[in-house]
């Protein structure tokens, strides 16, 4: 029995037409190709970013089509898909996909179509199962290095930012045995070594003890030291 398989186009093999149970082997594998899983995938497009409601990403697959005669066909864009978020409540972690960034697409089993319009339950959009159309998208596969990140390691959590950290809350709390400032820069050393210095020493008890000084800190003290530091 020949093994050439290169008069064969598509799924087929030599073993294909060979009796009955090859040929519904055949049929099964072929309506299984169907059932559309995962893929990884690349954003093309991003909407609905930042602080507002869970938005959407438009995608192309990154694994080829190949036709019965081995040529290869790129995927078109998927659009309209929603983005997987951390949130619980109104708590979340917002890390927006961009443009360029590889991740997975989840397809579901049933049209969502009508749930992703109303973001709550609603009945399928269509009788479809497994389509492209009906997918999520799950980032952070097969990415680059990054240069803004949170890790997490056996010695400690690591904020690191190229450029500034901000933090923004009514009150922000501290709790720690030791706070060390490591390679501060000369305004804050100024903060540290000049300005707190002036202001202890801007006020004079008229004894040894404690109590309400002589000379006690005013607002225009406060701020000539300030200056003085700048």
Not at 37 to 50: A, D, F, K, N, R
Not at 77 to 87: G, H, L, S, T
Not at 94 to 102: E, K, L, S, Y
Not at 194 to 199: F, G, Q, V
Request: some cysteine.
């Amino acid at each position: 029995m020949t093994t050439d398989t290169d008069q064969y186009y598509g799924q087929t093999d030599p073993t294909t037409g060979q009796g009955e149970w090859n040929k519904q082997r055949f049929l099964i594998q072929q309506q299984m190709a169907n059932l559309n899983t995962s893929m990884p995938v690349e954003v093309l497009s991003v909407t609905g970013t930042g602080v507002a409601p869970v938005g959407f990403v438009s995608l192309r697959i990154l694994v080829d089509q190949v036709t019965g005669n081995d040529v290869t066909i790129p995927h078109g864009e998927i659009a309209n898909v929603p983005y997987v978020r951390i949130q619980g409540g109104s708590n979340a972690v917002i890390i927006d996909p961009q443009v360029g960034d590889i991740g997975m697409a989840l397809f579901c089993s049933r049209d969502i179509s009508a749930v992703k319009n109303a973001r709550q339950s609603a009945p399928p959009g269509s009788r479809r199962m497994y389509s492209f159309s009906d997918c999520a998208y799950l980032g952070g596969v097969l990415n680059g290095a990054p240069t803004q990140y949170i890790q997490f390691t056996e010695g400690g959590i690591i904020i690191h930012s190229p450029s500034s950290v901000k933090c923004e809350a009514p009150l922000i709390q501290m709790s720690a045995t030791d706070v060390q400032l490591g390679n501060i820069s000369a305004p804050l050393l100024r903060l540290i070594d000049e300005r707190l210095i002036a202001l202890f020493n801007a006020h004079v008890h008229s004894n040894s003890g404690a109590g309400v000084p002589t000379v006690p800190l005013t607002l225009a003290g406060v701020a000539t030291a300030i200056t003085k530091a700048n």
